[in-house]
């Protein structure tokens, strides 16, 4: 069949250079990249079909059989090569949950998965089903090294990837499985010394062009001086400090997940004229505030990152195509109202920043550093109390190997940083996955009451709107 072709995801043979910053800072184990996330079922699958559903995957976006291969002097970008020992029987896991099968014992075995390190020679990524969840549900529960890819991109290909039936459908694609090529780490290191002499007109051509911008000088100070002043702001160097609050930092991770109709979060933006992100920043750094307020501690604002996409046409589905974006989160400001409002105005601001796409400008030079000089780098730029992050999820019924998909909570790595929170809303429902540094947030029962507050005066906003979900809260799973 003509039809029987892989996904166009994920086709790129080397790594990018943001990629590789993140596949490096592994070296530092603070800094590793797991991302994650937990699919709650509403029934217990054919595990059959499951397999069946992973090898078909794994032959329509072939990277999940990729592994990654790099240079001897391991610098410059890596390469992706299909695994030629690939073992489905390796990453997908089949473990059952302890104590009563609640979310709680679900989500505390889901951390300790997320904090073991991913294998470097095989593909980055392993799949479990998770068995004696309560009410005869399941969970399966997936992580991968964000070098695969950032949140829309993730999304896109699980959009294609799951069903929107309960039975198998016929007719599917069937591509064969990808043929494995011999790589070896010389082939790696002569393409990027190719790569490397193929820049040099272009660096030819950025010389010449300097040269006649120099006809019009003032011109070309003010745009040189307007872009040297936002390297700073967005490289996180003149960020507000850190809370004392949250100033401890570890290896432990620890999961929480909340929910709440996306509805009101569309009607509170709607009432204070802010987007749908903006509101969602605003309850996180409500949350905050009132952890603080508990705990008698008082700071005007926290540093807070925020990834922008810079996803262009003709870009990659697969990879990172992301800028980073800093705020002073004002957990200062009482009046929700203000808050989302300074929100509104610091995030517009940060999209603005003339270097906004700095790390994915700089990425080809921090490529060639070794990945302990390179850790050092990323651990002097990533230290903010909050990094934040909201991905469009699938607005209809979804299913896996005749399972329907209840829930999907996402969980991003801890770079450094004290919260990372990530929202994805699956079906009217706004699901938020935080993974929290245990040294950072010492109460958690604490912080997710203070956090539910947070939202929830955010959401009184538009109390006063017919559109407003009566009596909808955000809630904690537990």
Known sequence: MTDDKPLDWGNDAEMSAVDTVMWRGD???????????????????????????????????????????????????PSWQVDPDFDLHYHLRRVRVAGDGSMSELFSLCEQIAMTPLDPARPPWEGYLIDGLSDGKTAYFMKAHH??????????????????????????????????????????????VSEELSRLPKLAGLAVDGVRALTDPKKTLSRVLRYGRSVPRVAGMISPEGSPLLAGRSVSW??????????????????????????????????????????????????????????????????????????????GIDDPFERVLTIREQVRAARGEPAVDIFNTIGPVLAWLPGQVLTQFSGTTSMNDLQASNVPGIPWDTYFAGAKVERMYPFGPLPGCAVMATMITHNGVACLGLNIDAAAVTDIDLFAECLVEGFDEVFDLAASSSDHPVGSRMVRVI
């Not at 990277?63 to 291969?69: A, D, G, L, S």
Request: with cysteine; hydrophobic share 40%; charged share 25%.
């Open 254 to 331: 620890r999961f929480s997940a909340f929910e709440a109709d996306f509805g009101a979060i569309r009607a509170t933006s709607a009432a204070t004229g802010a987007s749908v992100n903006d509101v969602y920043l605003a309850g996180l750094i409500g949350g905050f505030r009132k952890y603080h307020d508990a705990n008698g501690v008082f700071v005007e604002s926290i540093p807070v990152a925020i990834p922008i996409s810079v996803r262009q046409e003709g870009d990659s589905a697969s990879g990172n195509r992301i800028a980073v974006g800093r705020l002073a989160g004002p957990i």
């Open 27 to 77: 070296a530092d184990r603070r800094l590793r990249s797991t991302i994650s996330v937990v699919e709650v079922l509403d029934c217990e699958p054919d595990w059959d079909r499951l397999v069946a559903a992973h090898d078909w995957g794994t032959r329509m976006a072939p990277r999940f059989r990729q592994r990654v291969v790099e240079s001897p002097l391991r610098t410059g970008t």
């Open 147 to 192: 070098a695969l890819t950032d949140g829309m991109g993730a999304m896109l290909v699980v959009a294609q990837l799951h069903s929107t039936t309960r039975e198998p459908k016929p007719g599917k694609p069937q591509p064969p499985a990808p043929k494995p090529a011999e790589l070896s780490g010389l082939d790696v290191l002569s393409r990027q």
